[in-house]
């Protein structure tokens, strides 16, 4: 039975550039959880494997400061420094030579697998066998490409290609293996590749299959991978949290003070639609708090300094994994939930903007100077965070959806107690280098009274000043 394993993370992911600008590749987060966490959990709860060596370089103190020793995630992990991370894959694995003595299973730190079989490698007899590739079987001739394909007879490797410029048939090589240690000096007696000057691991297992050793080939199942590239990343996020979005809990949250004429439909407009409607009553004075709770709301009675502690009451304690924020005036409704599901599923936080005007209700508060300010300070964001590649046209809008995975990485960096909150918590997410979109909905005219902080020029112009003063301080003084 194969007890141990070897994780290679030692790349700069020079393609998957800015996203890899200030952390390796590996430790980026698919649903929240860096990839080589879930490559690990692999190699523990499908492989039974809890003796695991990590090859680091890039930034691999960030690697070895989230894994440590391995034991908070039940596995025990020790680290093999690799000082020139270029050299390439296969001479990254050849540093393991002296600590592994044995047969070791592989999987590469960079890859994404959804439902898996990675299960049926657990207990795998390598008797005969120098080495075993998985594959998958794929008519993604691209993905093919930008990897290895094997022709094969039987269950056997004739041949292994790097990066094929035209695949020969859907078979797919992916970065999972079993090797021997023979590995190890084919990986010595390979020349470089003419391709990119490296020593790649596909022409070491070549070798293997040249000098006449056995070489298999491994057929697994599930959705498979390769994160190169920035595109590469979003989409491999994209398919985890689609494959996964019905079992994912949504909660509403609603920060309330003195809106008992207008709570009840807010309420009624999303309850059956979501997992939980919370409304945060901040101590009001009416019967804010009995309407909310008989249109079939938890509520919750707290005493708080403004409209952004409210919010972010609501956010620690709503019980869902994806966080969604209305007004309690009725302006936002449930009709536009299913666009912020949607692309939630592409991105780490959606926010609305109330500035398309075929989609303001006349009487709405969104009238062409405020219209406007709130275009014009987005720009301003934008310009600000020029490298996160954000696109905003309103800073105000209170709808807006997160995960909360995300909401936690924010959570302490958020100070904002009144109307600032809201460009706070965009650029917050985007300073997390978190993904962010905006998409337009509908807006209302207030069911009853006024906004609090744009019923007028001088109360605009007051909220204006308090985001400017956050944007700037968040921007060059923190």
Request: hydrophobic share 40%.
């Amino acid at each position: 039975m194969i007890t141990k394993a070897l994780i290679p993370a030692a790349g700069a992911g020079v393609r998957a550039y800015p996203a890899t600008t200030y952390i390796p590749k590996v430790m980026l987060e698919i649903a929240g959880k860096p990839v080589i966490l879930r490559n690990i959990e692999i190699m523990r709860d499908r492989l039974g494997i809890k003796d695991i060596w990590a090859i680091t370089g890039y930034m691999g103190d960030t690697i070895k400061s989230f894994l440590k020793d391995g034991s908070r995630f039940g596995v025990k992990i020790q680290y093999i420094d690799c000082d020139d991370h270029a050299s390439g894959l296969a001479k990254g694995i050849l540093l393991a030579k002296d600590r592994i003595k044995e047969d070791f299973v592989t999987i590469l730190g960079d890859e994404v697998y959804i439902n898996s079989n990675h299960a049926i490698l657990k207990g795998m007899d390598m008797g005969g066998l120098a080495a075993a590739c998985c594959l998958l079987r794929s008519d993604d001739f691209k993905m093919i490409a930008k990897n290895y394909t094997v022709k094969l007879k039987g269950d056997r490797v004739a041949s292994l290609e790097e990066k094929p410029n035209k695949a020969d048939g859907p078979v797919l090589g992916i970065g999972t293996y079993i090797f021997t240690p023979e590995i190890f000096g084919a990986i010595e007696r390979t020349k470089p590749s003419k391709k990119s000057g490296r020593v790649e691991l596909t022409d070491a297992i070549n070798t293997l299959v040249r000098e006449g050793k056995a070489v298999r080939g491994i057929f697994l199942e599930g959705e498979y991978h390769n994160i190169n590239s920035v595109e590469d990343y979003n989409y491999a996020n994209y398919m985890y949290r689609s494959t996964f979005f019905s079992s994912f809990k949504t909660s509403v949250v609603i920060p309330a003070y003195n809106e008992e004429e207008s709570i009840g439909c807010v309420v009624k407009d999303f309850a059956g639609k979501v997992d939980e409607v919370f409304v945060v009553d901040n101590s009001s004075a009416d019967r804010t708090r009995r309407v909310a709770e008989q249109a079939g709301a938890r509520v919750e009675t707290v005493k708080l300094k403004g409209y952004g502690d409210t919010i972010k009451y609501g956010l620690d304690h709503a019980k869902g994994d994806i966080l969604i924020v209305v007004e309690a005036d009725h302006s936002f409704r449930a009709k536009d939930l299913g666009k912020f599901l949607e692309y939630l599923k592409d991105s780490d936080m959606v926010i609305g903007t109330r500035t398309t005007r075929q989609m303001i209700e006349q009487g709405a508060n969104m009238k062409g100077a405020l219209r406007w300010g709130n275009v014009a300070v987005g720009k301003l964001v934008e310009a600000l965070w020029w490298g996160q590649e954000p696109r905003f046209t309103d800073v105000g809008c209170t709808y807006r959806a997160i995960w909360r995975d995300t909401y936690m990485k924010i959570r302490d960096r958020l100070s904002g107690t009144g109307p600032e909150f809201s460009p706070e918590m965009m650029i917050e997410v985007l300073r997390a280098r978190k993904r962010i979109v905006e998409i337009p909905i509908s807006y209302y005219k207030r069911a009853t009274g006024v906004s609090k902080h744009s019923q007028n020029y001088l109360k605009v112009s007051k909220t204006a000043l308090r985001m400017l003063k956050m944007i700037f301080k968040k921007r060059f003084a923190a």
